[in-house]
C-alpha cells in the first residue's frame, strides 16, 4: 500500500524556469516530510524537509508548501538549473515515533535543459 | 560522500543462491536502515535496527534476514534468491532511532542482479 505518493514519474523544465514536484500522502498520522534527491549511482541525499506545523519551509532555491487539508505537498526550485537534473523522491514519517523509517514515493525525474 | 559505505557496489548470481550485502554506518551513527528499490519503486522499508537490537519490520520477505554487530555494521542476507529479488539495495544511517528527529544518510547502494 503505496501511502506516499508521487504521481508524475517525469517532469522537464528549462533551465532558470520553475520545477514544481508534487506528493501526496494517504497516512494522517505523518506529521514530518522530506526531500530526497538521488543521482545515478548515488544514494538519496536530503534536500529538504518540512513540520506539519508549518506551510512553507525555504532553503534557498529550494521551497516546500505543505497543505495539510490536501495531503499534498509541493517541491518548488527557483530558478532550476541543469545540475538539478535527478530523481527526486519524497518521503514521510511520524515526528517523536519510535520507528524511524521513511515511507517513500516512487520518485519523479527531473530533466532540466539548457 | 555520504558517510556510509556499501559493500559490495554491484553483485550478479543466479537463482537460488544466497549473498551477503554489507554495510558500514557513519561514525556514531546508532542506527542502520535497509531500503529496497526495485524497477521504478519507490524505496521500500526493510528493516531497522538500533545499537545492535532489531528496532522495525517493514516487507521484508522470510527469505531475508539482516543483522547488527556490535561494532554497529550492518548485513543483510539474502537467500534461495528469485528473479524478482533483483534490486538496488540501500541502507542508511542516523544518530538516534526516532521518527522525524534525526537525518538519514543513504549509502551508494548495492546493485544485486539475479540471472
Known amino acids: 500500500d503505496q501511502q506516499v505518493k508521487q504521481n508524475s514519474p517525469s517532469l522537464s523544465v528549462q533551465e532558470g524556469r520553475i520545477s514544481i514536484l508534487n506528493c501526496d500522502y494517504t497516512?494522517?498520522?505523518?506529521?514530518?516530510f522530506l526531500w530526497y534527491k538521488k543521482y545515478p549511482a548515488e544514494g538519496p541525499t536530503f534536500l529538504i524537509s518540512i513540520s506539519s506545523i508549518k506551510d512553507k519551509n525555504e532553503d534557498g532555491r529550494f521551497t516546500v508548501f505543505l497543505n495539510k487539508s490536501a495531503k499534498h505537498l509541493s517541491l518548488h526550485i527557483v530558478p532550476s538549473q541543469p545540475g538539478d537534473s535527478a530523481v527526486y523522491f519524497c518521503?514521510?514519517?511520524?515526528?517523536?515515533?519510535?520507528?524511524?523509517?521513511?515511507?517513500f514515493g516512487r520518485g519523479t525525474q527531473l530533466t532540466v535543459w539548457p | 560522500d555520504s558517510g556510509v559505505t556499501q559493500t559490495p557496489k554491484h553483485l550478479i548470481t543466479a537463482t537460488g543462491q544466497r549473498v551477503t550485502l554489507r554495510c558500514s554506518p557513519r561514525?556514531?551513527?546508532?542506527?542502520v536502515y535497509w531500503y529496497q528499490q526495485s524497477l521504478d519503486q519507490g524505496l521500500q522499508f526493510l528493516i531497522q535496527y538500533y545499537n545492535g537490537e532489531e528496532r522495525a519490520k517493514g516487507n521484508i520477505l522470510e527469505r531475508f534476514s539482516a543483522q547488527q554487530f556490535p561494532d554497529l555494521h550492518s548485513e543483510l542476507n539474502l537467500s534461495s534468491l528469485e528473479l524478482g529479488d533483483s534490486a538496488l539495495y540501500f541502507c542508511?544511517?542516523?544518530?538516534?532511532?526516532?521518527?522525524?528527529?534525526?537525518?538519514?544518510?543513504f549509502g551508494p547502494g548495492t546493485r544485486l542482479t539475479v540471472l
Open positions: 561514525s556514531g551513527d546508532l542506527s
Open positions: 497516512n494522517s498520522m505523518f506529521d514530518y
Open positions: 518521503a514521510a514519517n511520524r515526528r517523536g515515533s519510535t520507528l524511524g523509517r521513511l515511507y
Open positions: 542508511a544511517s542516523s544518530v538516534g532511532g526516532t521518527g522525524g528527529l534525526y537525518e538519514q544518510f
